[in-house]
């Protein structure tokens, strides 16, 4: 027995498992990740004078591309109802920026550049700017695994 499906299209799929952002400058910024779908994920509790300046892709210490956002973290598209925190009983914003068609741009869109990587690690930057200060600082996502899936017809063989 088996099973065909169809994938839409060329993508990645990200794991990040740097784990939460903890910053004591800005302690209403509870998180910021990547999601599965690429997806760069924002939680705060308050609204903020945050910008989101740009994302640099890297691999071991080369950077590989850069995508320039320059937003206020509070006009990033809503990401689901905000909720409460148990612990905290605070109510935690949640916002989304996409990123994958800069994946397939950075990377390739049938995994060109991802596929000549080879072994060694890769990282993404995110700039931060305050915009009261025009201080910017960097959260570093560095526990990050990267999956290319080709679009089209496949065939899944369970295996018994």
């Known amino acids: 027995m088996y099973y065909i499906y169809i994938v839409p299209e060329n993508h990645y799929s ?17 998180d910021m990740s990547l999601e599965y ?7 705060f509790t308050e609204l903020i004078n945050l910008e989101l300046e740009k994302v640099n ?28 925190d148990e612990k905290t ?6 916002k989304i920026y996409p990123l994958q068609k800069e ?5 390739g869109r049938n995994a060109e550049v991802y596929d000549s990587l080879e072994d060694g690690r890769f990282y993404i930057d995110i700039y931060i700017k305050d915009l009261k ?3 910017t600082f960097v959260i570093n996502r560095n526990n990050i695994f990267l999956e290319f899936e ?5 065939i899944f063989i369970p295996s018994v």
């Open 57 to 84: 892709f890297r691999f071991n210490d080369e950077v590989i591309g850069t995508v320039e956002i320059n937003k206020n973290l509070n006009d990033l598209k809503d990401f689901a109802e905000p909720y409460i």
């Open 89 to 94: 009983k605070e109510k935690i914003i949640r």
């Open 150 to 154: 080709s679009g089209g017809p496949k």
């Open 133 to 135: 200060t025009n201080k």
């Open 37 to 43: 779908n690429a997806d760069l994920s924002v939680e």
């Open 14 to 30: 990200i794991l990040d498992q740097t784990g939460k952002v903890e910053l004591k400058d800005y302690p209403e910024l509870k």
């Open 103 to 107: 994946f397939l741009r950075i990377l």
